[in-house]
């Protein structure tokens, strides 16, 4: 079965610090993988795509298809980082379906 | 453009009633799916609807079921609400689906503001 696992509910670092939000998941077939924030007040929206391999917003996160993660990275907080973090999991063969983690508040502190 | 927008905003509604929630999609996006969202978790699919038809179906009661206009806006509808059905419905649009067995090709979704809906 396809599953996203986001193991961290709460991350909280110093502003400065480096972030990783970890995201495992499940699915035999090629994954198409995505980061979604969403800011307190504000829609959920579209951080990072795996395929496109882009920084946003000095966010990075590789595709390791051998520990099947898909962990976000960025080596300096911000405090306007602070937000809910969704890894998803688009189903090619589904239309584009997506199945999300749980999510992951960061709290980046002054 | 608006980008997707949800109506309405903020609905209450006491169990055993029936709501209706509605999409209008990005401006151009012929798909529209929808979530819901529980307080603590993640977004969970419930429908996709491209072209008017129904392409896909998440793992709800019968008691949800949604329909897709000309003009590709969307209607969700529930019937016979339970307090379990409380939660944030959000709405997605994107350009179009992916063809089954064809190349892959990327199809972003994009977020409307969310319907809450509590039910007494």
């Known amino acids: 079965a396809q599953r996203v696992t986001q193991p961290e509910k709460l991350l909280s670092v110093f502003k400065g610090a480096p972030v990783e939000l970890k995201c495992n998941y499940s699915?035999?077939?090629?994954?198409?993988l995505f980061w979604y924030v969403q800011y307190s007040r504000q829609r959920l929206q579209l951080l990072l795509r795996?395929?496109s391999r882009e920084s946003i917003k000095g966010f990075t996160a590789d595709l390791n298809k051998g520990e099947t993660s898909f962990h976000l990275k960025k080596p300096f907080a911000q405090e306007e980082d602070s937000a809910m973090y969704y890894c998803a999991l688009s189903l090619i063969n589904q239309g584009g379906k997506l199945i999300f983690g749980q999510g992951t508040e960061l709290s980046v502190k002054p | 453009d608006a980008g997707v927008t949800q109506s309405p905003t903020h609905l209450i509604k006491t169990r055993g009633q029936q709501v209706t929630l509605r999409c209008s999609p990005i401006s151009g996006h012929k798909s529209v799916s929808w979530y819901q969202q529980v307080l603590g978790q993640g977004p969970q699919f419930i429908f996709q609807?491209?072209?008017?038809?129904?392409?896909g179906r998440g793992n709800f009661p019968d008691r949800f079921s949604a329909r897709q206009f000309p003009n590709y806006s969307s209607e969700l509808n529930v019937n016979a609400l339970l307090l379990g059905d409380s939660a944030l419905y959000l709405c997605a649009s994107s350009l179009g689906l992916v063809a089954g067995g064809g190349p892959v090709s990327y199809n972003e979704q994009f977020f409307g503001p969310g319907t809450r809906l509590t039910v007494l």
């Open positions: 795996h395929i």
């Open positions: 609807y491209y072209e008017k038809e129904e392409r």
């Open positions: 699915y035999s077939g090629s994954p198409e």
